[in-house]
């Protein structure tokens, strides 16, 4: 009887602690949003309910992606309408159908972890609607949209051809796929050139002969894609592969309308309603240079009217390039150029420098802004390390994961001064060196990290060397965490392992990093942000920066792991668009 | 472990114990010899549980030999036989590893005579590209 007080005392005591602990975050939150903002909290919040919420967090640099986050909302909320991530803000904004709807979302959410994303949510009613970036599909250059471009007796007709035309449909997740004209090779994910064949369905040759009349139309297609997507679903983010195929691609879209986003590297998205029986030419800048895709929701919101989606059909029909190679100038979204540029290069670690070392030293403040959480696997994994053990983290950027966890003491370095001053600014050891030669001695580490870093290497010699280094420097038995992007995300597109990946640095930051450098470092900065395009958009000037990565296939780092001596290699993970593997040394 | 926030940030000798030369084809990188023009003297709290296992991991001649170039003579040669429960010496080792912090100064090859400088705090092993081929 004595003990029943003292056990629920104390259970009041944990869970006003919790509470406490809970309010201070929602606090941290909601200056964060403010500041982004850059206005005070109480012009930006609703004490009441509205269709429009903040998610902090969820923004730039969240490690839930945007098609993660879509998708989690579309299915768990019938209510939902859009979600909004402004590039340079970490925050989101969702946008429900009413408030009401708002409500059961914030219910249901409001400092819950949902499985499917894994990270705790923090939701306040916003008093405006997010301010909307897209612009109308005029300013994309080189596209063009051709309304009525068939029958309705012939969108029929095409629509009882696809659905019951048999053979080899490749299934995805929310959509099947055909090709014609050439075989498919589903393992290299590309047409097989030497495969041409001609066996269109006379319907199909039909539409063909129809694009004879568009003056705009640089090749005639000979390979087409039937996508068939269930109402509702999307395709990622892409563009077209330049080496395979010409110029000018053609969308006729069948049975439903749908939009579709289009996205400039600097961050400008269009919006282009695509009605049924219209087609979607994309030449020039808008095959090359622009990105695009469908995101996956219920509806869409053409000019001031929502409109449900039905299950679409869309017939693409592209020309094959007779030799694999692009000549164009979009020189950063060319996979011919980034493969020989690669080969041009008579010492890769000039690529290594100038898209990857002297860019972080350019971005340090603004990429540090933007990478809040510590990945929970990655701070599970230190946490679960005996008391005591020395850990080095190897590309350890600002120093994220130097101090998660209290039962280890870290060493981090990194070949970016400016990102380990913001680390040692925190209070961390730090040492400025390169993963191909660490300047540790041998076996002096109980664990090695590695997050994010041997995909900024450019050859496959330098990424094996680099993972030889930091199981060098490990003692045996210990173990060592390797994070690496992956190219696979949620459905497959035809992309390539080589890519750079634009960093779009606001002019703010342009004075803050000159103010943190000096010397040699200040003088290579000084002449990379001359060199690099500037873009002025609503108002804001920003630095374009182009980072390399080698994003990996599965099974391709244990392949690479395997080769090195001494080392049991784990199971390999996929945690949020990131390969991982832990490995003891024997 | 972790430090409080009076703890400047600078190079400590736990790190300065890890480091090595590895300019190409030096066999004998490590220890780094060690000189400071800013040193730090901190007042950390002692953590009995930490030092010990920190010791277990440290190189002890090089963290005595790195302390003695900063100034600080007072551990011992030899560890003692009793050291996990004599308080007195890991009090030494404490401070020897966890106050003295090294935030402009030099580290040196003791093969090539290469220096690497610490600036900030922060040690710059980066090398040149005619030490790496």
């Given at each position: 009887?004595?003990?029943?007080?003292?056990?629920?005392?104390?259970?009041?005591?944990?869970?006003?602690?919790?509470?406490?602990?809970?309010?201070?975050?929602?606090?941290?939150?909601?200056?964060?949003?403010?500041?982004?903002?850059?206005?005070?909290?109480?012009?930006?919040?609703?004490?009441?309910?509205?269709?429009?919420?903040?998610?902090?967090?969820?923004?730039?640099?969240?490690?839930?992606?945007?098609?993660?986050?879509?998708?989690?909302?579309?299915?768990?909320?019938?209510?939902?309408?859009?979600?909004?991530?402004?590039?340079?803000?970490?925050?989101?904004?969702?946008?429900?159908?009413?408030?009401?709807?708002?409500?059961?979302?914030?219910?249901?959410?409001?400092?819950?972890?949902?499985?499917?994303?894994?990270?705790?949510?923090?939701?306040?009613?916003?008093?405006?609607?997010?301010?909307?970036?897209?612009?109308?599909?005029?300013?994309?250059?080189?596209?063009?949209?051709?309304?009525?471009?068939?029958?309705?007796?012939?969108?029929?007709?095409?629509?009882?051809?696809?659905?019951?035309?048999?053979?080899?449909?490749?299934?995805?997740?929310?959509?099947?796929?055909?090709?014609?004209?050439?075989?498919?090779?589903?393992?290299?994910?590309?047409?097989?050139?030497?495969?041409?064949?001609?066996?269109?369905?006379?319907?199909?040759?039909?539409?063909?002969?129809?694009?004879?009349?568009?003056?705009?139309?640089?090749?005639?297609?000979?390979?087409?894609?039937?996508?068939?997507?269930?109402?509702?679903?999307?395709?990622?983010?892409?563009?077209?592969?330049?080496?395979?195929?010409?110029?000018?691609?053609?969308?006729?879209?069948?049975?439903?309308?749908?939009?579709?986003?289009?996205?400039?590297?600097?961050?400008?998205?269009?919006?282009?309603?695509?009605?049924?029986?219209?087609?979607?030419?994309?030449?020039?800048?808008?095959?090359?240079?622009?990105?695009?895709?469908?995101?996956?929701?219920?509806?869409?919101?053409?000019?001031?009217?929502?409109?449900?989606?039905?299950?679409?059909?869309?017939?693409?029909?592209?020309?094959?390039?007779?030799?694999?190679?692009?000549?164009?100038?979009?020189?950063?979204?060319?996979?011919?150029?980034?493969?020989?540029?690669?080969?041009?290069?008579?010492?890769?670690?000039?690529?290594?420098?100038?898209?990857?070392?002297?860019?972080?030293?350019?971005?340090?403040?603004?990429?540090?802004?933007?990478?809040?959480?510590?990945?929970?696997?990655?701070?599970?994994?230190?946490?679960?390390?005996?008391?005591?053990?020395?850990?080095?983290?190897?590309?350890?950027?600002?120093?994220?994961?130097?101090?998660?966890?209290?039962?280890?003491?870290?060493?981090?370095?990194?070949?970016?001064?400016?990102?380990?001053?913001?680390?040692?600014?925190?209070?961390?050891?730090v040492a400025v060196c390169n993963n191909l030669y660490l300047p540790f001695r041998s076996e002096s580490f109980d664990v090695v990290i590695s997050i994010a870093v041997i995909h900024h290497f450019s050859t496959k010699e330098h990424r094996e060397q680099a993972l030889r280094e930091l199981v060098r420097v490990l003692k045996p038995g210990g173990k060592l965490l390797v994070y690496v992007w992956a190219m696979e995300q949620e459905e497959k597109t035809f992309g390539q392992q080589d890519v750079l990946v634009p960093w779009n640095m606001e002019k703010k930051y342009v004075e803050q990093i000159l103010d943190q450098s000096e010397g040699e470092t200040k003088e290579k900065i000084q002449s990379l942000i001359?060199?690099?395009?500037?873009?002025?958009?609503?108002?804001?000037?920003?630095?374009?920066?182009?980072?390399?990565?080698?994003?990996?296939?599965?099974?391709?780092?244990?392949?690479?792991?395997?080769?090195?001596?001494?080392?049991?290699?784990?199971?390999?993970?996929?945690?949020?668009?990131?390969?991982?593997?832990?490995?003891?040394?024997? | 472990?972790?430090?409080?926030?009076?703890?400047?940030?600078?190079?400590?000798?736990?790190?300065?114990?890890?480091?090595?030369?590895?300019?190409?084809?030096?066999?004998?990188?490590?220890?780094?010899?060690?000189?400071?023009?800013?040193?730090?003297?901190?007042?950390?709290?002692?953590?009995?549980?930490?030092?010990?296992?920190?010791?277990?991991?440290?190189?002890?001649?090089?963290?005595?030999?790195?302390?003695?170039?900063?100034?600080?003579?007072?551990?011992?040669?030899?560890?003692?036989?009793?050291?996990?429960?004599?308080?007195?010496?890991?009090?030494?080792?404490?401070?020897?590893?966890?106050?003295?912090?090294?935030?402009?100064?030099?580290?040196?090859?003791?093969?090539?005579?290469r220096e690497f400088p610490i600036k900030n705090g922060i040690p710059d092993m980066l090398l040149k590209e005619n030490e790496v081929k």
């Amino acid at each position: 009887m004595e003990e029943a007080p003292a056990k629920t005392k104390n259970a009041l005591k944990v869970q006003k602690r919790q509470e406490n602990k809970f309010r201070k975050k929602e606090k941290k939150a909601q200056s964060m949003i403010a500041q982004q903002e850059g206005k005070p909290i109480s012009e930006l919040l609703s004490s009441t309910p509205t269709r429009y919420c903040y998610l902090p967090y969820f923004g730039a640099g969240s490690y839930v992606t945007f098609e993660n986050l879509e998708a989690f909302l579309v299915k768990e909320f019938p209510g939902f309408e859009k979600l909004t991530v402004q590039k340079s803000k970490a925050h989101a904004m969702v946008t429900f159908s009413s408030p009401e709807d708002a409500v059961v979302a914030h219910e249901k959410l409001h400092g819950k972890t949902p499985e499917e994303l894994n990270q705790p949510m923090i939701i306040f009613f916003a008093k405006d609607a997010p301010v909307e970036e897209a612009v109308e599909s005029t300013q994309v250059t080189g596209l063009h949209l051709v309304e009525d471009f068939i029958t309705p007796e012939e969108e029929t007709e095409l629509i009882n051809f696809v659905e019951s035309c048999e053979g080899e449909w490749e299934v995805l997740n929310r959509r099947t796929v055909k090709h014609w004209g050439y075989t498919f090779d589903y393992v290299k994910n590309t047409v097989d050139r030497e495969s041409k064949n001609d066996n269109f369905p006379p319907l199909f040759r039909q539409v063909r002969e129809k694009m004879k009349s568009l003056d705009f139309l640089p090749f005639e297609p000979d390979q087409i894609t039937v996508n068939v997507y269930e109402p509702g679903a999307g395709i990622p983010q892409h563009v077209e592969t330049h080496s395979a195929f010409e110029d000018g691609l053609v969308s006729l879209s069948l049975a439903s309308q749908v939009v579709m986003e289009l996205k400039h590297p600097d961050g400008t998205v269009a919006s282009v309603p695509l009605p049924r029986r219209s087609i979607l030419v994309l030449t020039g800048e808008s095959r090359f240079l622009w990105s695009h895709g469908i995101c996956g929701r219920k509806s869409d919101t053409i000019g001031n009217v929502n409109v449900e989606r039905k299950k679409r059909i869309s017939l693409t029909f592209r020309k094959v390039r007779d030799v694999e190679h692009c000549d164009c100038k979009y020189q950063a979204q060319c996979n011919s150029w980034v493969s020989e540029f690669k080969g041009s290069q008579q010492d890769n670690t000039k690529i290594e420098d100038q898209y990857v070392k002297e860019v972080y030293n350019s971005i340090a403040p603004h990429f540090s802004d933007t990478r809040h959480k510590p990945w929970p696997k990655i701070t599970q994994f230190l946490k679960d390390q005996p008391y005591g053990s020395l850990v080095c983290d190897v590309g350890c950027g600002n120093g994220k994961y130097l101090g998660v966890a209290d039962n280890v003491y870290t060493i981090g370095n990194d070949q970016s001064v400016q990102l380990l001053k913001i680390a040692s600014e925190r209070g961390h050891q730090v040492a400025v060196c390169n993963n191909l030669y660490l300047p540790f001695r041998s076996e002096s580490f109980d664990v090695v990290i590695s997050i994010a870093v041997i995909h900024h290497f450019s050859t496959k010699e330098h990424r094996e060397q680099a993972l030889r280094e930091l199981v060098r420097v490990l003692k045996p038995g210990g173990k060592l965490l390797v994070y690496v992007w992956a190219m696979e995300q949620e459905e497959k597109t035809f992309g390539q392992q080589d890519v750079l990946v634009p960093w779009n640095m606001e002019k703010k930051y342009v004075e803050q990093i000159l103010d943190q450098s000096e010397g040699e470092t200040k003088e290579k900065i000084q002449s990379l942000i001359s060199e690099s395009p500037a873009v002025t958009k609503q108002n804001k000037e920003y630095v374009v920066f182009q980072r390399y990565y080698h994003v990996f296939r599965k099974g391709e780092l244990p392949t690479l792991l395997r080769k090195i001596e001494g080392l049991e290699v784990g199971p390999e993970e996929f945690d949020h668009a990131n390969w991982t593997v832990v490995c003891t040394k024997l | 472990l972790r430090r409080k926030s009076h703890a400047r940030f600078a190079m400590k000798l736990i790190t300065h114990n890890m480091l090595q030369s590895n300019v190409k084809g030096v066999q004998k990188g490590y220890p780094l010899g060690l000189r400071a023009t800013k040193l730090n003297v901190l007042d950390v709290p002692f953590n009995k549980e930490f030092v010990k296992s920190m010791l277990m991991r440290l190189d002890y001649a090089v963290l005595r030999m790195a302390a003695k170039a900063l100034g600080y003579n007072d551990l011992p040669e030899e560890i003692p036989a009793d050291s996990s429960d004599n308080e007195e010496f890991l009090l030494k080792v404490h401070h020897a590893m966890n106050n003295l912090e090294v935030e402009e100064g030099t580290l040196i090859c003791q093969e090539t005579g290469r220096e690497f400088p610490i600036k900030n705090g922060i040690p710059d092993m980066l090398l040149k590209e005619n030490e790496v081929k």
